[in-house]
Structure formats: structure tokens, C-alpha cells
């Protein structure tokens, strides 16, 4: 469908030329034309630019327009890509919030099979039918919320089947959505108690058993290891990280949530695209990222949820690092999908600017999924993903109203979105 939007008010993170990543310094940087207008076509960003240079080709684009937008007061903003979620899960885990605040660790629930472990028996108890209907419901709510590409991982089913099952819940969530979805297998998300004396007997199950029928289904995009304190080793993230890649899944891997785990020397080792969550960084992991085309990925709502130490942000990108920010949507660290809401955190948790957390949620977040070429900002060839905001008095408005709905329509691949 094709169509012009006039009189923005300002048009945010527009660019000529796609960007890979934004790092360091530049990160406080974000390119906008004010009072802008965007032409769309055939689901794709075709032009845009300040109204007053609009002139001829104006005429042309109405004549072929199905219909025109009048964005006066109001911003356009690329859709947020969120490159860390777990929002495939069944139904919740509300008891375990209620055990931190009376005093229990992440650790501690986990120790005694709560956390993951829960999340992986109801998994198992709930049919692949009802699994992808409890689904939807959160894909339309992150869609209606501003995002516009997104990355979910498996990681609650801890054996074979019930892995496929959550794999096969993300296909069909691809093929009945206009939002892009990229998807993970988290085999290695936990080891399940019965194995909790010899975890290497797990590892070679996700190696022997279901890797090779997950890639046979080609079910996954990447490959994804939670190596942390209590979880898995650098040795059996690096079994992991090779066997995925030997099937074509490039490495994601949650890293240093816990405590100075090696996950980022092994993310950097294996070329994987990013490493998630990073709040234990050393200043030499710092140095190995710059040595990398691995993107940190910092996660301000699990950070918030658990009341963790934050992730050193301010001195990774001083040191001239990129970094991204996503959401952690799951049910027992991070139970929300809202990156307007991410933006806020990362401003007033991690020190973050308005310019420096959008670039995070946009173009850097992008790149930790793949999608930096069609997604993560306005610009010509990329699809029509943005979203139309409320009136505002500013761009720093945005993250400012932490609490507030200020998005008003949302667009993807040029199609307005109603549910």
C-alpha cells in the first residue's frame, strides 16, 4: 500500500545509508528531520525529508497515494527491535515475585526447581494449541506497544520435545504476524534436576539429539547458551556454540548475569552476535568486545525486576563500544515486552541519554538479531516499520513519561496494525 505522511513533526533516527551499529560518542547522537514528510510504497520506506523540499514530487507521490497521513504535533519514530525475549511461555509466575520480596535470591528459587525449572513443567502441561494462543496475546501486545522486529528464544521446555514445541509455537507466530521474528534454541537454558549431577549428560542430549532435528525443521535462526554461575560452563558453552554453528546458528549467549561468568570471552571466541545481559564486565571483557563484532545487549527490566548490580553501561560506551538494549520478556525476571519502557530504565538506571537509548533499542538492536540492513531506522529500501506518536512537546518527552501511552499508531511492512 502506498502513502505519504506530511507535517511531521520530527522524524526520528532517518538516515540515507543504513548504519551496521552506532558506537561510543556517536551513540549520543540521532539523525531527525523536523517537520518532515515519509513517502511509503509497496511496504517499503521510499523517501522523506523536510516538507519544504516536498515541492513537485509531492503531486506525484498523492497521485499515486491511497491515502495521506497529517502527523502535525505529533513524532514518527523507527519500530523498536527487541533481540532478547523469552515471550513464548506458559502462564505465569507471579508466587516467585512475591518470594523475592519476602527475601529470596534468583539463585535460591532456582535451587529448590522454581524459575526456569517451573517455567519449563508448565511448558510441558500445556498443549502447543493453547501455547501459541497465550502467545499471540503478547506478540499483538508488543506490537501495539512499538516493536516492530523481535527475537524469541526457546529455552522452557529442557527436553527434546517440549523445545520443538516452543520452536514450532515461534514458526507459527512468523507466519500469522506482519512483525519480524527471529528466532532462538535455548536448549541450554537450564540443566533440568535429573541431570543436575552430571550436566554434560544434558549437554550432549541438546547436541546429539536435539539440535540436529531442530536444524532438520530449520526451526532456528540462532543458538543460545545461559553460561553463568550455576548454569553452564565456558567449556560446554564453546561445545555448544561450535555444534550450533555447524548447523548454521550463529551464537547468542547470556552472559555475566550472576557473576564474572567467561560467557563474554566465550561469546568473543565463537563469533557470536551478542552477549546478553553483562551486569559482572570487566574492563578486560570491555577490551575483548572492541576486538569483536559481538554486540552487548544490556536488559534494564530483568536488571529492575531483580534489583541486579547494573552492567557498567557509561564505561562501555566511553570506551567506544555500541550497545543494545532489549527487553528480557519473560515470566520470572522480566514480564514485560514495553521498550518505550526499556528507554526510560536505561535513561534513568544506566545514565543513558534520550539519543544514546534510542539507537540502543533501534539500530544496535537490530544488529544483534541480523535485521541492521531492513531494520532499525527510516531509511530509503528499509520496511515501513514505525510507529506515529500522541502529540509531544519533544523527543526527550518520550522516555521522560515513563508511565504514559504516547504511541498512537503503529505500522509494519506499511500496514496499519489493529487488533
Known amino acids: 500500500m502506498n502513502f505519504l505522511v506530511i507535517n511531521i513533526k520530527e522524524l526520528m533516527q532517518a538516515e540515507e545509508r543504513p548504519r551496521t551499529w552506532v558506537a561510543g560518542n556517536t551513540m549520543a547522537k540521532v539523525k531527525s528531520v523536523k517537520d518532515a514528510y515519509m513517502y511509503v510504497e509497496g511496504g517499503r520506506i521510499i523517501d522523506f525529508g523536510p516538507m519544504k523540499k516536498l515541492g513537485d514530487k509531492g503531486d506525484r507521490y498523492q497521485t499515486m497515494c491511497k491515502f495521506i497521513i497529517d502527523a502535525s504535533d505529533k513524532f514518527v519514530f523507527p519500530s523498536f527491535c527487541d533481540s532478547h525475549t523469552h515471550l513464548v511461555y506458559a502462564g505465569s509466575r507471579e508466587k516467585e515475585f512475591v518470594d523475592k520480596i519476602n527475601g529470596l535470591s534468583y539463585e535460591e528459587i532456582a535451587k529448590r526447581g522454581g524459575g526456569i525449572l517451573n517455567s519449563a513443567k508448565l511448558i510441558h502441561c500445556t498443549p502447543e494449541d493453547e501455547l501459541y494462543e497465550q502467545s499471540a496475546i503478547r506478540i499483538k501486545e508488543i506490537i501495539m506497544q512499538g516493536t516492530g522486529a523481535v527475537e524469541i528464544k526457546s529455552g522452557y521446555g529442557l527436553n527434546t520435545e517440549d523445545e520443538i514445541k516452543m520452536l514450532r509455537v515461534v514458526k507459527k507466530l512468523k507466519e500469522n504476524f506482519d512483525i519480524k521474528i527471529m528466532s532462538t534454541f535455548l536448549g541450554a537454558h537450564s540443566i533440568p534436576m535429573e541431570y543436575r549431577e552430571n550436566s554434560d549428560e544434558y549437554v550432549d542430549i541438546i547436541l546429539n539429539e536435539m539440535l540436529p532435528l531442530i536444524a532438520a525443521e530449520e526451526l532456528a535462526d540462532f543458538i543460545d547458551v545461559f553460561c553463568d554461575n550455576g548454569f553452564f560452563t565456558p567449556e560446554q558453552t564453546a561445545r555448544i556454540l561450535m555444534a550450533g554453528l555447524k548447523h548454521g546458528m550463529r551464537g547468542k549467549i547470556h552472559a555475566n548475569e550472576l557473576a564474572h561468568s567467561g560467557g563474554i570471552e566465550a561469546g568473543v571466541r565463537y563469533s557470536a552476535l551478542s552477549v546478553d545481559h553483562l551486569e559482572y564486565t570487566s574492563d578486560n571483557d570491555i577490551k575483548l568486545l572492541l576486538e569483536s563484532d559481538t554486540m552487548p545487549t544490556v536488559l534494564p527490566g530483568s536488571a529492575f525486576f531483580l534489583n541486579l548490580p547494573h552492567a557498567p553501561v557509561r564505561k562501555m560506551i566511553e570506551a567506544g563500544l555500541p550497545v543494545a538494549l532489549a527487553s528480557d520478556y519473560n515470566p520470572g525476571s522480566s514480564p514485560s515486552g514495553n521498550m518505550k519502557l526499556i528507554m526510560s530504565l536505561a535513561c534513568i ?46 523527543f526527550e518527552f518520550f522516555p521522560y513519561a515513563f508511565g504514559s501511552d504516547l504511541i498512537e499508531s503503529v505500522y509494519l511492512n506499511g500496514t496499519l496494525q489493529k487488533f
Request: proline share 7%; glycine share 6%; hydrophobic share 40%.
Open 349 to 394: 538506571i544506566f545514565k543513558m541519554t534520550p539519543e544514546e537509548a534510542l539507537n540502543a533499542v533501534t539500530i544496535n538492536s537490530a544488529y544483534a538479531m541480523g535485521l541492521q540492513e531492513y531494520y532499525g531506522s527510516i531509511c530509503p529500501g528499509k520496511q515501513a516499520n514505525f510507529f506515529i506518536t500522541k502529540p509531544m512537546s519533544s
